[in-house]
Every structure is written in C-alpha cells, then in structure tokens.
C-alpha cells in the first residue's frame, strides 16, 4: 500500500551529524518505507513546533533518510537542538527525481554551492552505488570558508577516485587553505569540463545557479544537458499554497527538477 503524501509517518532520529557550525545531518529511521527517489523531498513534523520541507541526502534502498539542515529559522533553530531518539513526523516523498535512467552511460558533472550539496548527494549516491550505469563523474562545490564545507568525510575520503574528480572552491581566501578561492561559476568556467557525452546537475543559492547555468551554455553545454533542482522555492509540497509556482509550473509538483530547456520555455523567475 503507498503512502499517503498527507499523512505523516513516524521516524526516529538515530544519529545526528555535525556538517558544519549551521549544518547538520539527521539520519531517520521510518517505522516505514516512504521510497523515495533521488532528487525528491519530504516534510518534516517536530510535534508541537512546526514542519518545514527538506531534500532527502540519502540515495533510495537505506533504511534510513538523510537530511541535511541548515539553521535559518523557527523550525530549523528547534531541530538543532534535539537529540537522537526524537521521534519526527515524516510526509512525502514530494516532486520529481534526477531523470537518473536517461542519463545513464553519461558523464555526470556535479556542481553545487553551500546546502546546494545536500540534493546532489542524493544522486551522488544513487551513482556510486549503481557505479557500472555511468562514467566518470566530477563534482564542483564551494561555501564561502572551507569550515563551511558540507559532508567531509564523502569530498575529501569517500568520493574521489580515479573516477571521481572532486574540486573545491571558498569564496574568501582561508588560512591553510590552498585550494581555489573564488565563486563557483569562475571556478567552472577555470576548468572548463567537456561537454561531450556529459550531464551537469547544478544546486545552490539563486544567483550561483543564475550565473551556472549561463557559464555552462558559455562552455558549449546544450539546454538538454544540464538540470537543475529549484527545491529552495518548496513549500507546502503538494500544490496548494501556490508560493512555489513559476509561470504555470508549480515547483512542488513539476519539479523541482528541470532542465535547462524546461526553464527557458517558463516566463516567470527561477
């Protein structure tokens, strides 16, 4: 029987991970499935405080969901301070997926900036573990300090590889720091990654998508070659509030995953 999108069902948190000084993982267990797949979200209850909606960082088949949260708000400050073994409220899975079958036998090209990362992983993940299904994969992804950087143990252990190229970027220069310093469209437009045979699916704050997604068209990348998520603009998940719609789309039930040429055909602000 599936879920109902409506109804939340319980999970308790069964470890809790500290990303960075706003940033932490909370990995729930459902007492169900809720089968997600990546790309998409889910509304998470903190009985009696609120619920907000979050990308799932974990790739499907876990007995567990991975999100990853940034301290911004009312519901967001309250979730930093729990502890593992609260038990939560969990809706969805809500929107689309990464179109992970039509991109099989390509080159995948991640590039994500600050919480953007949280999204990607997702499919990072879903990549890895279906390793044989894709090429060489990369990934560009930037915070402002290097102490901002997300899932450390996954950028500078777990992926790299002779398969996996891993770049870094900080936006400010950084003590100890020998990286790139710079945003992260400079740093794309710097390494200048092939097209050919290659997806790039990009995830950040508004204005490094903005100047992303033109970089990646500066590099010789066509509209059907490169996706974005617009997960930030989901709010109530299931198309009612009307806060996420552009143009004629609603992100929550269209998206919030697009290609490029999906975007461009959209009147309205992404």
């Known amino acids: 029987m599936e879920n109902n999108p409506l109804v939340p069902v319980n999970g308790e948190v069964i470890e809790i991970i500290e990303e960075s000084k706003d940033v932490k993982t909370f990995r729930v267990k459902p007492e169900k499935d809720i089968n997600h797949l990546p790309g998409q979200c889910a509304m998470l209850s903190l009985f009696g405080v609120g619920e907000a909606i979050f990308s799932i960082s974990s790739p499907p088949k876990r007995d567990y969901l991975d999100f990853s949260i940034k301290k911004t708000g009312k519901v967001t400050d309250i979730l930093h301070q729990i502890e ?146 617009l997960e930030y603009k989901m709010k109530c998940g299931v198309g009612k509030c009307g806060r996420c719609n552009i143009d004629d789309q609603y992100v929550c039930k269209d998206g919030p995953v697009f290609y490029l040429k999906e975007l461009k055909q959209l009147k309205g602000e992404f």
């Open 84 to 229: 593992e073994g609260q038990q939560l409220g969990i809706r969805g899975p809500y929107g689309n997926h990464f179109p992970f079958e039509e991109i099989k036998g390509k080159d995948l090209l991640f590039i994500g900036g600050g919480i953007g990362l949280a999204p990607l992983r997702s499919l990072i993940k879903y990549a890895l573990d279906n390793r044989d299904d894709y090429g060489n994969l990369q990934l560009i992804y930037g915070s402002r300090t290097p102490e901002d950087l997300i899932f450390e143990r996954d950028i500078y252990k777990n992926w790299p590889s002779d398969t996996f190229k891993v770049n870094l970027a900080v936006d400010v220069e950084s003590p100890g720091w020998d990286g790139f310093v710079g945003f992260v469209p400079q740093y794309l437009e710097e390494l200048a990654p092939d097209p050919k045979n290659t997806v790039a699916i990009t995830c950040g704050p508004p204005i490094m998508i903005k100047f992303v997604l033109q970089t990646l068209e500066k590099l010789g990348f066509s509209e059907e070659q490169v996706i974005t998520t």
